[in-house]
C-alpha cells in the first residue's frame, strides 16, 4: 500500500510563505507518475491546486494560486513540494499530496493515492 505524507503547514501571517513537503513510503517512486496537490477548506468541496505529469514540462496551476504556488518534485529525494507564498487568508485549507498509477491524471478521481493532509492557516 502506497503511503504519502504531507508536512509544513502551520499557522502564517498574510503575505507569508510555506513549503510543504510530500514524501512517499519505501518502494514507491514520483518519478514516472503523475503528482497533484488539492486542498479542502471548511464546508467546501476538495479542489484542485497544482498538478504535473510526467514527462510534461509544464506545471498546471489553479488561477487562484497561479503566480504564488510553485510545485517541484526531487526525484533523488523522492519528495514533492509545494511552494506558497504571498499568502492570503482564503488560502486556508487543509493541503493534499496525491500521486497516480499513471504518468498523465487530469481530475481528481485520476489519483490513485492521497496523504492525510497538512493544515495551512492563514491569518489576516
Known amino acids: 500500500q502506497v503511503q504519502l505524507v504531507e508536512s509544513g503547514g502551520g499557522l502564517v501571517q498574510a503575505g507569508g510563505s510555506l513549503r510543504l513537503s510530500c514524501a512517499a513510503s519505501?518502494?514507491?517512486?514520483?518519478?514516472?507518475?503523475?503528482v497533484g496537490w488539492f486542498r479542502q477548506a471548511p464546508g467546501k468541496d476538495r479542489e484542485f491546486v497544482a498538478r504535473?505529469?510526467?514527462?510534461?514540462?509544464?506545471?498546471t496551476y489553479a488561477d487562484s494560486v497561479k503566480g504564488r504556488f510553485t510545485l517541484s518534485r526531487d526525484n533523488a529525494k523522492n519528495i514533492l513540494y509545494l511552494q506558497i507564498n504571498s499568502l492570503k487568508p482564503e488560502d486556508t485549507a487543509i493541503y493534499y499530496c496525491?500521486?497516480?498509477?499513471?504518468?498523465?491524471?487530469?481530475?481528481?478521481?485520476?489519483?490513485?493515492?492521497w496523504g492525510q493532509g497538512t493544515q495551512v492557516t492563514v491569518s489576516s
Open positions: 519505501s518502494g514507491r517512486t514520483f518519478k514516472g507518475f503523475a
Open positions: 504535473n505529469n510526467w514527462g510534461q514540462f509544464l506545471t
Open positions: 496525491a500521486t497516480s498509477d499513471s504518468a498523465v491524471a487530469r481530475s481528481l478521481e485520476a489519483y490513485n493515492y
